[in-house]
């Protein structure tokens, strides 16, 4: 979010424009995962502070608005501004209430409105749905392969140590308690 928030903020001049050309770089992310356990906010500003004196700010030309929207803090979405609070009901709530129910709670912003419709029109087109259905499985045969990967290493460093042990001299009990290995597996190691 800082890199990309920072490389738009930086996109902005060309050679030879005037620094009053940057425009303001709001970076947004909205996770349903706690970041900052620490924070009570469901929604949280940062910007550049001195370290001195957070009150003093740098600039506001750059600022990261986390919107953290998980089950420890979903209850405190009542005490954002309406526009805001009408997004959160969008990305949160959209998949578990009927079209009846997101247009009431809709109503009053028609931006989010918009991107509700946008929502409802792509899960209506079957071909924008198998796509969305292959990403899917590509992410998850991608995180099935690291963590094979991360099985075989461990398999292939226990098999390491084993050998090690063995040149040691150390029985093959011994190295079947330090290893997991089995008793056949040390054997056939050279």
Do not use: C
Request: aromatic share 8%.
């Amino acid at each position: 979010m800082t890199y990309y928030g920072s490389r738009a903020f930086g996109s902005q001049m060309f050679r030879g424009d005037p620094y009053s050309s940057l425009k303001a770089v709001i970076a947004i992310a909205v996770t349903t995962f706690e970041m900052f356990p620490q924070l009570d906010s469901i929604h949280n500003v940062f910007r550049l502070t001195a370290k001195a004196d957070p009150n003093v700010v740098l600039t506001n030309l750059l600022q990261m608005h986390i919107l953290e929207t998980t089950k420890e803090k979903i209850d405190r979405v009542a005490e954002l501004p309406p526009a805001l609070r009408a997004w959160i009901n969008f990305f949160y709530y959209s998949h578990l209430k009927s079209e009846a129910e997101m247009s009431t709670l809709l109503q009053s912003q028609p931006v989010v409105g918009q991107a509700y419709e946008r929502y409802q029109q792509f899960n209506r087109d079957e071909r924008l749905r198998a796509l969305d259905e292959a990403h899917q499985r590509y992410l998850h045969d991608h995180a099935t392969d690291i963590e094979e990967a991360h099985k075989k290493g461990k398999v292939e460093e226990k098999i390491e140590i084993a050998r090690n042990l063995k040149s040691m001299g150390l029985d093959i009990l011994q190295i079947n308690q330090a290893t997991g290995l089995s008793a056949v597996e040390i054997e056939r190691l050279t």
